[in-house]
């Protein structure tokens, strides 16, 4: 079956420290890949994206996301956090296919940045 | 510029009653999903719908009933709530599926079946 996973359930840091956040897939195909946030209280938005070409895909908030196709892996990364960016974390895919493309999303990272 | 807004936020209900969750948007997006938020589970799709009267079942769709009659309403309907079925709620809509378009998301509705 199709799905998308997020190792990482929980991850706490300080503000300042780096941050990765892993997401890997299982589609053999070419896909579409997606970051979303969900800030405390608000609804998910859209992070960053990756359809084609350069793999280091650079989304807002000084957020990034690297492809690896041999890895099924689009890990989303940031040097320096800071404390806003407390929030939860989903990875989605879409499988390039002909008729409806489903979303289909990760259970969620949950990030805690510490002042 | 509203977006996309549902109904209501909160929503307790016991086991048995019908409940409807509202869902409306203002970009005369043609396509609208509904999706559940279950921790270990992320977001599964209930519901989508292509365009007014289109309507296709997603993953998780038992329990549920949607209807489209006009191009910015989404309701969803729980037939006769179980405690299963507490969860929180995200309308999204999306002007296409070519599988590149964002998906926009409502502010959720938490509903607790009790």
């Known amino acids: 079956a199709q799905s998308v996973s997020q190792h990482n359930h929980h991850v706490i840091l300080s503000e300042a420290a780096s941050l990765e956040l892993g997401c890997n897939y299982s589609?053999?195909?070419?896909?579409?890949l997606f970051w979303y946030v969900q800030y405390p209280g608000q609804h998910l938005q859209l992070l960053l994206k990756?359809?084609?070409?350069?793999?280091l895909v650079k989304g807002i908030k000084g957020f990034e996301a690297e492809f690896i196709k041999s890895k099924f892996s689009f890990n989303l990364r940031k040097p320096s956090v800071q404390w806003s960016d407390t929030a939860e974390y989903f990875c989605a895919v879409t499988l390039l296919n002909t008729g409806f493309q489903k979303l289909v999303f990760g259970t969620g990272t949950r990030l805690l940045v510490s002042p | 510029d509203a977006g996309i807004t549902q109904s209501p936020r909160y929503k307790i209900t016991e086991t048995g009653r019908q409940v409807t969750l509202m869902c409306h948007q203002t970009w005369s997006h043609s396509y609208m999903f509904w999706y559940r938020q279950d921790l270990g589970h992320g977001l599964r799709l209930i519901y989508y719908?292509?365009?007014?009267?289109?309507?296709d079942k997603g993953e998780v769709p038992d329990g549920y009933v949607v209807s489209r009659s006009k191009t910015e309403n989404f309701p969803l309907t729980l037939e006769s709530a179980t405690r299963s079925q507490t969860s929180v709620y995200f309308c999204a809509s999306s002007p296409g599926t070519g599988g590149r378009e964002t998906q926009y998301f409502g502010p959720g509705t938490r509903l607790l079946v009790l």
């Open positions: 719908s292509a365009a007014a009267d289109i309507t």
């Open positions: 990756y359809f084609s070409g350069d793999p």
């Open positions: 589609y053999g195909g070419t896909v579409n």
